[in-house]
């Protein structure tokens, strides 16, 4: 069905991905939406298109297409009556990226995206047909590389990497060139004009070109924001897209709150960067940070909440409600209650040239593109808690040697003891070194050599090493809130009866009732997860303050206090 090798691969039919609905299914999508009548040449969605219908196939064929630079069409997949069109932007509400055109004359039943989000959430059966085929099918896109974004950049380059993992980790496939590796670099530096220090170097829809891009303007360019409306004042925003974050979008968008969730950099905080989960309930045999976030992502999706991405909170501007925060871009988005879950970051060591190396040799995650980058090679890994545990025995799979360094005598106060038992039993490409810190990494541009000190003896000793992996202690992301909420010593967000008297009376603390369990030192303000003080580490116990959150948001709202 496709007419290449990498298009071959998205056109396989399987019955999840590309499923036919039954007679009844298709009855049932008929009260919704409208019948439409197609002629051959029809095309129904346009690559970019922002406002993409839902269409089910009654009679005739249609193909989804990708378009060339060339001219020339990439068949992705040719659709049977009883079939449908879409994937994960059908809830999403991103643009298109591929086009879907009628080749055999016949009928379809088209729903709006608002039509098709409400069968979503009233019909199980049909809900999950169709969540499963669009999460599958994005995941198609993204291993065929099907996508209306190229990047140009080094595996040498620190920017290279955040740009790429910025797409990765928000669900959005790309092309990619290496233009260290691919014969045709320089002509690609000529065709787009841009010098070295330029790199990456990322083609917007085939028209813009946007060079060492930000964040932000990657977000503004691909249009990842542009349904949100900043105007309207929602029942709660979720300040951070951790688990915690996303767990209070999920069940506050289901149980019928208007939810936006704000997001400074990528969906999944910490635990989206991790490379497989294992004491997480329900999934066996693990599951990696980013596929986790990705469902969590859909789900909050499914049920209505948006999320706005690459805006970050500024601060929260004024007293009184509807409480309103000022992000990026001094633009204000307001609501009712506010949930914090901005979550933490690792802690950065006092080393001189630390900032040289980030993203070029010394990393804060340990995902499948960082593990590309150190094939074959030794690594570091810094840190005793469960992240580093869990990044050295997915790095091992990789790398010749894993060297953990931990300044404490063991693993045994910080470490799940599954992990442990991995390392500790004598794991052929680990290697663990207590009471041991770096003092000094050296290199030109890139990472070469790393020097740590041995505190048992006191020697030094230096040895070449290309990768470090950074993942020691956390500093709570709360600088934004500029004390507007009471914070302890460390500055994480004390909440419920963490709260004193004091504290209480200096926030000018006006309600008769004291504050509830997760509530800050400002009425209907929130905290939940690695941001507030006191929690405990682990995703599952974020997505359950998230949830609980959220049953103490319908309290105030119902109160209106």
Known sequence: MGRSCGCARIAVVSDAVFPTLTEPQVARIAAHGRRRTT???????????????????????????RPMPDGREELVVTHAPGQFTGESNMITGRRALVRVRVTKPGAVQQLAREELQSLIQTDPELSAIFMRAFILRRARL?????????????????????????????????????????????????????????????????????KNPTNAQIADCLGFNETIDRMHVRDVVVVGAGPAGLASAVYAASEGLDVLVLEANMPGGQAGSSSRIENYLGFPSGVSGEELTARAYAQAAKFGAQLMIAKSAVRLAGPGRPYRIVIDGDETVAARAIIIATGAQYRKPDLANLSQFEGAGVYYAATQMEAQLCRGDEVIVVGGGNSAGQAAVFLSEHATRVRILVRKDGLAATMSRYLIQRIEAGHPRIELHPRTEIVALEGNGQLERVRWRDHRTV???????????????????????????????????????????????????????????????????????????????RVASAVGEGSIAVSFVHQILRAGS
């Open 459 to 537: 020697a030094e000793e230096t040895i070449d090493c290309g990768h470090v992996f950074m993942m020691t202690g956390a500093d709570p992301n709360t600088g934004w809130l500029s004390r507007c909420v009471a914070l302890d010593d460390k500055g994480f967000v004390k909440t419920g009866s963490d709260l004193s008297p004091d504290e209480l009376t200096a926030a000018q603390w006006s309600l008769k009732r004291a504050p509830f369990l997760l509530e800050t030192s400002i009425p209907g303000i929130f905290a939940v997860g690695d941001v507030r003080a006191g929690n405990i580490k």
């Open 142 to 210: 993204i291993e065929g590389h099907i996508s209306d974004v190229l990047v140009l950049g080094s595996a040498h380059s620190a920017g290279t990497l955040r740009v790429r993992e910025f797409l990765t980790r928000n669900g959005h496939p790309h092309q990619y060139v290496d233009l260290d590796r691919d014969p045709h670099s320089q002509e690609l530096i000529e065709q787009f004009h841009v010098s070295v220090d330029e790199i990456p170097v990322l083609v917007c829809r085939g028209t813009t070109v946007l």
């Open 39 to 65: 002629a051959e040449g029809d095309v129904l969605v346009e690559v970019g298109d922002r406002s993409i219908p839902f269409f089910v196939l009654l009679g005739g064929e249609l193909q989804v297409v």
